[in-house]
């Protein structure tokens, strides 16, 4: 199976700060690299898939990159709506696999 | 407007079977691979299967393997979860999430169906 490996495991910020999220696979998975964001008691929500390309109707300050094994997911200028966990998930293989999240408090 | 909806989640003795079901709507049910991740107390989202848009392949984590089955009904939207052999570590919240053509990322999400398994 491929691993994810994301970091940090949490984060403190503040409001209008730029955060930055790191996920690395295992081993290659090109652009097949999807960040989502979770809040409790909610269904999940995909941001960004395809390493890059932001999901309709998801806000601009959120930016995603990489490609091969090192993947990055950038917020800039946080909002209160921002403090959640975030996922990453690789799509390159069947047996999909999520990275261990990061709480954004 | 994409609705998902799970339903079947309860509290059930080690070594008992549940069933779960996901129903969608707005959307083409057979152009969509649909799969189930879980959540458990605690802990961070796991991918647990799927299966493709015409049922035609399907896909296990090694943890479930053997246990859980997946089918879907085209006809009436409608994907369904069979677990058997239940552990306390499959206590979860389990979603119903839906991927285009099986494109590796997960676009809708139900809001969750909480599955116990405790004596």
């Known amino acids: 199976d491929i691993q994810m490996t994301q970091s940090p495991s949490s984060l403190s910020a503040s409001v209008g700060d730029r955060v930055t999220i790191t996920c690395r696979a295992s081993?290659?998975?090109?652009?097949?690299l999807n960040w989502y964001q979770h809040e409790i008691g909610k269904a999940p929500k995909l941001l960004i898939y395809s390493s890059s390309t932001l999901q309709s109707g998801v806000p601009s300050r959120f930016s995603g990159s990489g490609s091969g094994t090192d993947f990055t997911l950038t917020i800039t200028s946080l909002q209160p709506e921002d403090f959640a966990t975030y996922y990453c998930?690789?799509?390159?293989?069947?047996?999909?696999?999520f990275g261990q999240g990061t709480k954004l408090e | 407007e994409v609705h998902v909806l799970e339903s079947g989640g309860d509290l059930v003795q080690p070594g008992g079977s549940l069933r779960l079901s996901c129903a969608a709507s707005?959307?083409?049910?057979?152009?969509?691979?649909i799969n189930w991740v879980r959540q458990g107390p605690g802990k961070g989202l796991e991918w647990v299967s799927g299966i493709s848009g015409r049922g035609g392949s399907s896909f296990y984590a090694d943890s479930v393997k053997g246990r859980f089955t997946l089918s879907r009904d085209n006809a009436n939207n409608t994907l369904y979860l069979q677990m058997n052999s239940l552990r306390a570590d499959d206590t979860a919240v389990y979603y119903c999430?839906?991927?285009?053509?099986?494109?590796?990322?997960?676009?809708?999400w139900g809001q969750g169906s909480r599955v116990t398994v405790s004596s």
């Open positions: 081993q290659n998975i090109n652009r097949y």
């Open positions: 707005g959307v083409t049910f057979s152009s969509y691979a």
């Open positions: 999430a839906m991927s285009p053509y099986s494109s590796g990322w997960l676009s809708f």
């Open positions: 998930q690789q799509g390159y293989r069947s047996l999909y696999t």
